[in-house]
């Protein structure tokens, strides 16, 4: 307030009618014998603002000299793969590079910041921005002896589990095209699945790492929330936000998570991570290789949806009942409030979603992507039509809620609370819940028609994924074998492994043993 009172006397930058303008935007006035005092407080804090406005901005360090940028392009149509897979392709690697990931492949989903790289995010609300910083997971990749070959396609402002709302083009499944990659991890997975990078990192808000993992057929881990920093990655919810890898194996993904998880002094969401370099999830691996011993819980909600496939439902309970012969117990679990936690996700995510998308998002320690918001706002009539239709629902829904129901978004953090507390009673007596990772497998693309239509396709694919956002439990997607969709089109079907906070270990033990022990092509 100090700051305030030395320029109190200033006051010729704004006006009464700023005074009555603003408290007007908020159903509310002042005494006009009190305007004076209130225009030199609006004032004073708005030669405060312009004081901070005019600082250079603060940006983490990049090594540019040790991680130059080779070969940065966009790919044309005709350069690109399954359809509109990459969005830049490029080489970034140490000279000499050394760690666990040295020799491998990465590609990035594209509202992952590499510096000096346009970043697209599946849109063109906004022209592509340029990041000034390397994400947190794309330095600590790169010092673990990566090489990041390009940053692959996501959904339109990463807002659809689709893999056609883009406005530069559909993905399609590797497995047959014409078919969903999912999202809005889109681009990784496809290009993981058909084995042309080994390891993508995405994020996943609601399951964007997970469902495109099993459409796709690769594995997907959402680890434990904070685990991997989100510094320099574009946020839809702060409460959701969780950035994991996408690999073939499960040991690759297990080597990618050493590589990217802890704290890295930025990111509170990660304050609680161990010590960056210090995680030991692949190694555990090979010195524990087996399931013997674990206590495996078949969630029975899960398998109650009513959009659940028969063929998908059948295929992850045999999946399920295999860890038997790993030598697992695997007995049914009931966590009555697993299907509340659509709703409660749904309410927290459109209300936070919508405060993100107007620039309102606050109360973190983390790095502020102010070339992003600086292309984003404002709002205008010609940004909003181009928008894909979840994005014009979530302005539509976080509005709505806001004015009509405000106290909802602490209720629904109330709720996630309890929904967390449901899961970890079972996981007293369970290391892992199984549950199928999507309800049914890739549909064809849809079609940009009405918004209805056009979201259909995609409707219910959530139903067991958005909870574990919701309660930050570490989840992870294994394929478990192929459902045919008609003659000659066989698509993946995943299995979700869930485990207790910060249990990201069990969950990676458990999918390991299942994938070493069974060949999940052979599965129908």
């Not at 350069?79 to 492949?105: M, Q, R, V, Y």
């Not at 749904?346 to 502020?368: C, D, E, P, V």
């Not at 694919?461 to 008609?486: K, Y």
Request: aromatic share 6%; charged share 20%; net charge negative.
């Amino acid at each position: 307030m100090s700051v305030l009172f030395t320029s109190i006397s200033a006051g010729n930058t704004v006006s009464v009618q700023d005074v009555r303008e603003t408290f007007a935007k908020l159903n509310v006035s002042v005494p006009e014998s009190e305007e004076d005092d209130y225009q030199k407080l609006l004032a004073a804090i708005h030669d405060c603002a312009e004081t901070v406005a005019a600082l250079p901005d603060s940006h983490p360090p990049t090594d540019l000299e040790r991680f130059s940028r080779n070969n940065v392009h966009r790919p044309t149509l005709e350069e690109n793969i399954l359809g509109h897979a990459w969005a830049h392709t490029f080489s970034i690697k140490d000279k000499n590079p050394t760690g666990c990931l040295t020799g491998k492949t990465v590609c990035l989903k594209d509202c992952i910041c590499v510096a000096g790289v346009p970043q697209l995010l599946g849109t063109d609300i906004i022209d592509p921005w340029t990041p000034e910083a390397d994400a947190t997971v794309v330095r600590w990749a790169l010092e673990a002896g990566a090489e990041i070959v390009g940053t692959a396609h996501c959904e339109n402002w990463c807002q659809s589990t689709s893999s056609f709302s883009s406005a530069q083009g559909v993905v399609h499944n590797p497995y047959a095209e014409g078919y969903s990659a999912g999202g809005s991890t889109s681009g990784a997975a496809a290009l993981v699945a058909g084995g042309f990078v080994d390891i993508g990192i995405g994020a996943d808000q609601g399951g964007s790492i997970r469902v495109p993992a099993s459409l796709c057929g690769c594995v997907g881990l959402k680890p434990t929330h904070g685990l991997v920093p989100y510094t320099g990655i574009a946020s839809n919810d702060p409460i959701d936000d969780h950035a994991g890898p996408l690999a073939r194996t499960v040991m690759e993904v297990a080597q990618c998570l050493d590589a990217i998880s802890g704290y890295d002094g930025i990111d509170d969401r990660s304050l609680g991570a161990p010590k960056h370099g210090t995680t030991t999830f692949a190694s555990d691996l090979l010195s524990n290789p087996g399931a013997k011993g674990m206590r495996i819980g078949i969630l029975t909600e899960s398998f109650e949806i009513a959009l659940l496939d028969k063929d998908v439902k059948d295929l992850v309970l045999s999946a399920a009942h295999k860890f038997k012969d790993l030598g697992a117990t695997v007995e049914e679990v009931s966590v009555p409030m697993h299907p509340l936690g659509i709703a409660i996700w749904t309410i927290q995510q459109r209300i936070s979603g919508y405060l993100a998308l107007q620039g309102h998002q606050t109360g973190r320690h983390s790095y502020g992507l102010t070339g992003l918001e600086a292309a984003k706002l404002p709002w205008t009539q010609e940004k909003f039509d181009k928008c894909f239709p979840t994005t014009k629902n979530i302005f539509l829904n976080g509005s709505y809620l806001l004015t009509n129901f405000p106290t909802l978004y602490p209720k629904t953090m109330n709720l996630c609370r309890q929904l967390r507390a449901s899961y970890e009673h079972v996981f007293q007596s369970y290391d892992i819940l199984i549950t199928p990772t999507t309800p049914f497998v890739a549909p064809k693309h849809g079609k940009l028609t009405t918004p209805i239509e056009t979201i259909s396709p995609t409707v219910g694919l959530t139903s067991n994924t958005v909870q574990f956002d919701a309660t930050g439990h570490p989840a992870m997607t294994i394929s478990v074998g192929r459902v045919e969709v008609e003659r000659g089109v066989r698509l993946p079907v995943g299995m979700q492994i869930i485990g207790g906070m910060g249990e990201d270990g069990k969950v990676l033990r458990a999918g390991h043993a299942w994938e070493r022990a069974i060949d999940w092509k052979e599965m129908r």
